[in-house]
């Protein structure tokens, strides 16, 4: 069976559910908005939210699609870096229980967390701490990572980090293997712009954007852009929303429906499409069935909240991936 390597931030989220909007103002936090702040803060924020129950769970994008990989039943590895604490211990025990091979580089700086405080009205607020997980450096890596794997995927969050990115895509094609890269945020892509230009021109085979991304990217709408992104890489995916997702290899061009969907939260959905779609890749299925794949674990996740679905959402998931298998 083949496998899949990710890389990105490591982060616990820490989900909390607040009895009142008080406590977002008490910490001049903007309601459903995402700060990113730093350890004072942190411990700041954390002081004032001892009384209500947490949830925790493993975060971050690339960390997000591994996780749904090795769910939909592929073996896959994370590299990322971690704190000597509590929530680093979480998020190795975690990654290792979700079925996920934990590359994981220590620091002496707290780990990465996002913390979320849901209200009452299930409006999500988040306050990003990156801590350990943003200093993953091209020093970390080595090839022996990159043995036995046949996929490695990136998030977007990381090419600030010039160097690590291209250490990293220079060891992952020398040995052997496609890289693929989801482009995680229109900001990032225009501040990045040359550099992702680069990169994907000189080691990228599979490109994952949605429509704003893609926009950032080649200053083109959807189709447009698929066909001038599609220009540098092997595969080329635009996700489109309630539109679904364009789909471009070489000549074939697939449009895939979005799965219908009572959607709650987000939170997840493009990691999620990218797990859907590399697990099918990966097992030598059509683009089409690809796309399906992404389409279907990504429509589940935004019925609930958060990245992460239950044992019960996951069954049915499985048995959804069957008739797309056999082209029900």
């Not at 939909?72 to 190795?92: E, P």
């Not at 949605?210 to 926009?215: S, T």
């Not at 066909?227 to 290899?249: F, M, R, T």
Request: with cysteine.
């Amino acid at each position: 069976m083949r496998k899949i390597l990710g890389m990105g931030n490591a982060l616990t989220d820490i989900l909390l559910q607040i009895d009142t909007d008080e406590v977002l103002s008490s910490l001049n936090l903007l309601k459903g908005g995402m700060e990113l702040i730093n350890t004072e803060r942190a411990e700041e924020i954390n002081a004032s939210v001892t009384n209500f129950e947490k949830k925790m769970a493993t975060g971050g994008s690339a960390s997000n699609t591994i996780n749904g990989i090795t769910r939909l039943g592929m073996n896959a590895g994370f590299v990322g870096k971690i704190g000597r604490d509590d929530i680093g211990m979480f998020f190795t025990n975690d990654s290792i229980s979700n079925g996920v091979k934990p590359h994981l580089l220590l620091s002496d700086t707290p780990s990465g967390r996002c913390t979320v405080l849901v209200s009452p009205d299930s409006e999500r607020t988040l306050c990003t701490y990156l801590g350990a997980a943003c200093e993953l450096e091209a020093a970390d890596l080595t090839a022996d990572m990159f043995t036995g794997y046949d996929i490695f995927h990136i998030e977007g969050y990381l090419v600030q980090n010039h160097d690590l990115i291209r250490t990293a895509v220079r060891l992952a094609k020398q040995e052997g293997l496609k890289v693929s890269i989801d482009l995680a945020s229109y900001n990032v892509v225009e501040s990045n712009l040359d550099f992702l230009h680069e990169i994907v021109r000189e080691f990228v085979d599979i490109v994952f954007a949605n429509e704003e991304e893609a926009r950032a990217y080649t200053g083109h709408e959807p189709e447009e852009a698929l066909h001038s992104i599609s220009e540098h890489c092997e595969i080329a995916i635009v996700k489109v929303g309630k539109d679904g997702s364009l789909i471009k290899s070489n000549n074939e061009i697939v449009q895939v429906k979005p799965r219908l969907a009572n959607c709650v939260d987000t939170t997840g959905a493009g990691d999620l499409y990218a797990a859907g779609f590399l697990f099918g890749l990966a097992s030598n299925y059509s683009l089409e069935v690809c796309g399906k794949i992404g389409s279907l674990v990504s429509g589940n996740v935004v019925e609930v909240l958060g990245a992460k679905m239950t044992d019960k959402v996951w069954e049915t998931i499985h048995a959804d991936l069957k008739q797309i298998i056999l082209g029900r």
